[in-house]
């Protein structure tokens, strides 16, 4: 069993849509939770991070994490176009993130 | 800043040849790491160092050899190529023990 479990998709959605993003953890020592997003041919780019239980919003996105239930989330709410790219999440583990494999999202007009 | 910077962009080898890859930053930054994207593998760390001088095994270190002479880079190293080595090679570093920023990776194929 991988550490870090995420749903690869393909996730395709009309613009205008929320988005839900989920992935799973089986060490209840983690502590710190990112997303990424890395558009196509790109590096994966730092889009939000939270530490322990509860949400963070910054702007249309919000990461959620559920340490009861092991669960981390991304919604993100009014989606765009621009949006469509691979999100990762990643728990990190004594100087080492985990990532999950991924989940491709396309936005279309 | 140019953040984290990697060359090659592009190589392609064949089956036993080495070659090296540079990872640079210059937001001085203690971590650094590479990794391999294969698809459907995700992101899996190869090698990592806490700062100059250290480096540390990751998931998939078989193959490869790094080296952290100087803080700002970060070297690793293909000794004998196999085509499994086929892959984008992604550096990242750290100015904590969380937060990564990537390069824009390094597309490799070996024949």
């Known amino acids: 069993q991988k550490e870090v479990e995420q749903d690869p998709g393909p996730l395709s959605v009309p613009e205008g849509a929320i988005v839900s993003l989920n992935c799973t953890y089986s060490?209840?020592?983690?502590?710190?939770f990112m997303w990424y997003r890395q558009y196509s041919r790109k590096g994966p780019e730092l889009l939000m991070y939270?530490?322990?239980?509860g949400n963070k919003e910054d702007g249309r996105f919000t990461a959620q994490v559920d340490k009861s239930s092991k669960y981390i989330s991304l919604f993100i709410r009014d989606s765009q176009p621009s949006d469509s790219a691979t999100y990762l999440c990643?728990?990190?583990?004594?100087?080492?993130?985990?990532f999950g494999t991924g989940t491709r999202l396309q936005v279309f007009p | 800043n140019a953040g984290v910077t990697q060359t090659p962009k592009f190589r392609v080898l064949k089956t036993g040849q080495s070659m090296t890859l540079l990872c640079a930053q210059d937001?001085?930054?203690?971590?650094m790491y590479w990794y391999r994207q294969d698809p459907g593998m995700g992101l899996r760390l190869i090698h990592y160092?806490?700062?100059?001088?250290?480096?540390a095994k990751g998931e998939v270190p078989d193959g490869y050899n790094v080296s952290r002479l100087k803080k700002q880079n970060f070297l690793l190293g293909l000794e004998s190529a196999a085509p499994s080595q086929t892959s984008v090679y992604f550096c990242?570093?750290?100015?904590?023990?969380?937060?990564?920023?990537f390069g824009p990776g390094t597309r490799l194929t070996v024949l």
């Open positions: 990643a728990a990190y583990n004594t100087d080492k993130l985990i």
């Open positions: 937001m001085n930054h203690e971590y």
């Open positions: 939270t530490y322990s239980s």
């Open positions: 060490n209840s020592a983690f502590q710190y």
């Open positions: 990242a570093s750290s100015p904590g023990r969380n937060e990564q920023f």
């Open positions: 160092s806490v700062g100059e001088g250290t480096t």
